[in-house]
């Protein structure tokens, strides 16, 4: 079935390290979505990119979307205890604009 | 963007009752959606509410189970029906527009069933 794979699950890093989460699909996608969930709250939409390699930033967020559209990443440059939260990707196959299809997860601690 | 009510925001609930969530959204919308998620889990889509007729459930959802209304475009009621331990979870109401732009979410219903 169509699925939406991520890692890391889990990643902890010191104030002031990089991280990154990446997403991969087992079909081409007609866009990839990031959201963050804080603890204890809902998912909260950060981005959309629909271009085939297309690259976006928000401030110390970088998101990228493959050149075969079926894998995506974004990297955060010197963390902060803000960013902590479980940052998820879900995107619509091509085909399908009715569900988002999501990843699992990857859930970050930002040791200050 | 959209401004999501929903209702209740937790509850405690003995096993065999059922309990009726409520979404309400400030405009109207084309699509929303039921998502369960599970502590530590990503989401699942339960089904999408159809204004004026029956609601799409994904694999492993019924609707005898998962009951839901959709009377108009800006709100959605889903009832989890005869509850047991197992639906204790989080459930959360989401809209969006056709064409797959970003999905706005209810702050979500935190269900515990003893």
């Known amino acids: 079935g169509q699925q939406v794979m991520q890692i890391p699950q889990y990643q902890h890093v010191q104030e002031g390290e990089d991280f990154t989460t990446y997403c991969n699909s087992s079909t081409t996608l007609s866009n990839i979505q990031w959201y963050k969930q804080r603890p204890g709250g809902h998912p909260v939409f950060l981005i959309q990119?629909?271009?085939s390699g297309e690259v976006k930033k928000q401030k110390r967020l970088t998101f990228q979307f493959g050149e075969a559209k079926k894998n995506s990443s974004l990297h955060i440059t010197a963390t902060q205890t803000t960013d902590v939260g479980t940052y998820f990707c879900a995107g619509h196959h091509a085909g399908n604009n009715r569900k988002l299809i999501w990843g699992l997860g990857t859930s970050l601690a930002v040791n200050p | 963007s959209a401004v999501i009510s929903q209702k209740p925001s937790r509850d405690i609930c003995q096993r065999g009752t059922s309990l009726t969530i409520q979404c309400q959204v400030d405009s109207q919308v084309t699509m929303m959606f039921w998502y369960r998620q599970q502590p530590g889990q990503s989401l699942t889509l339960i089904a999408t509410a159809n204004q004026g007729s029956e609601a799409t459930y994904e694999s492993g959802f019924v609707i005898d189970k998962f009951p839901i209304s959709r009377p108009n475009l800006t709100f959605s009621t889903l009832t989890v029906s005869n509850m047991s331990p197992e639906d204790s979870s989080i459930y959360l109401c989401?809209?969006?527009?056709?064409?797959?732009?970003?999905?706005?979410f209810g702050q979500g219903t935190r269900l515990t069933v003893v």
């Open positions: 989401s809209v969006g527009d056709r064409g797959m732009n970003e999905a706005f």
């Open positions: 990119l629909v271009k």
